[in-house]
């Protein structure tokens, strides 16, 4: 239950962060339900794998724009938003370890009406996160200072430039070669972001500047791609990713392995620099393990809060652990020899 209950909070974040994209009345989001396609499988799981929903808009959105669209998937008896949504049957909820992508259109212009730029949505949606995010209180100090609220500002508008020629790359690489992207929708660090991870670098090194600590922030534009840890090749195709980005222009600044048993992480984590200097981060998982990234993620958001001296600590650090080391079905083959083998510190 603990597993079930851990990914139900993890999918439940995910939905409504989505939902709230969709909701700006500006694009749409689809979603669309993919299974681990291995023999454990349940067949009413078998039976959605694939399909796609349009999300449902809020009440008074939807009477305003006559939406009238199914959003639910049809799983066994239950009509379920997301994987192991609560309230669901428990038999088709319970140790379920499906996922859903989700995938932005651009909704059909009315006659007159202009059209929704692909930086108006995101902006939207970074003041709805940014808004969410000051009227909660804030663990550190320095959270109203404007200098780095700026700092953070700058480098969102300088990730949104840029998103479009990315995005063009990694589109192309993923019709070659099948890949699918997790967290597309994410695919630039909101403002709030960058400007809580200013903060928590300044504390944790007062000898930075807002400018030096603004500068070690090297996934303001961040995408993940995978590919099913059984593909035989995985490698190959990682390898023509990164290929991609540099005929383009973008250099590799790194290339870490963490796929190694006993690490607190496990992924190929990518950077590459224009001759700009922009930096961006490109990771590379199996849908196996995104699945356990959601789970330690959470735990790992839990750790963030506690004091450097806190007993706690040990205990979430040797979940996490455990939780990428118990069942390694979710490393692909043939990847030892990539990058630079790097275990992740968790702060």
């Known amino acids: 239950m603990a597993f079930t209950e851990s990914l139900q909070a993890t999918e439940t974040v995910r939905y409504s962060s989505a939902r709230a994209g969709h909701d700006t009345g500006q694009i749409r989001v689809k979603k669309v339900w993919f299974t681990m396609g291995d023999s ?7 039976a959605v794998s694939g399909q796609s929903r349009f999300m449902r808009a809020g009440r008074s959105n939807s009477r305003r724009r006559g939406e009238r669209v199914r959003s639910t998937f049809r799983v066994g008896g239950s009509n379920l938003e997301f994987p ?36 108006q949505d995101l902006n939207r949606i970074n003041r709805q996160r940014l808004d969410q995010a ?46 699918k992207f997790a967290l597309k929708e994410e695919r630039v660090k909101f403002q709030a972001s960058s400007q809580e991870k200013i903060q928590r670098q300044m504390l944790k090194d007062n000898t930075l500047s807002i400018e030096a600590s603004a500068d070690k922030i090297w996934d303001a534009n ?12 995985w490698r190959q195709k990682m390898l023509q990713a990164e290929k991609a980005m540099n005929d383009a222009g973008w250099t590799t600044i790194k290339n870490a392995n963490a796929w190694e048993i006993g690490y607190s992480y496990n992924g ?38 506690l004091p450097a001296d806190d007993p706690r600590r040990s205990g979430l650090v040797k979940r996490i652990v455990k939780l990428w080391a118990d069942d390694r079905s979710h490393v692909p083959v043939n990847v030892a020899s990539l990058g630079t083998p790097t275990p992740y510190p968790l702060i």
Request: with cysteine; glycine share 6%; proline share 7%.
């Open 268 to 305: 190929m984590n990518y950077n590459f620099q224009n001759a700009a200097g922009q930096i961006i981060e490109l990771q590379f998982h199996t849908p196996q393990s995104i699945l356990i990234k959601d789970i330690s993620h959470s735990i790992y958001q839990t750790l963030k809060t």
């Open 134 to 179: 000051t009227r909660k209180p804030k663990p550190f100090d320095g959270s109203d200072n404007p200098a780095i609220r700026r700092a953070a500002k700058k480098k969102y508008d300088d990730a949104i430039k840029i998103e479009p020629e990315i995005t063009k790359i990694l589109d192309d690489v993923a019709d070659k070669t099948g890949a």
């Open 84 to 119: 192991r949504q609560p309230g669901g049957e428990p038999g088709e909820i319970i140790n379920c370890r499906c996922f859903l992508e989700y995938r932005r259109t651009r909704r059909q212009q009315r006659p007159g009406q202009a059209p929704a730029e692909t930086t």
């Open 40 to 46: 454990l499988v349940r067949s009413t799981h078998a």
């Open 222 to 233: 961040r995408y993940t791609m995978t590919w099913d840890a059984k593909d035989p090749l």
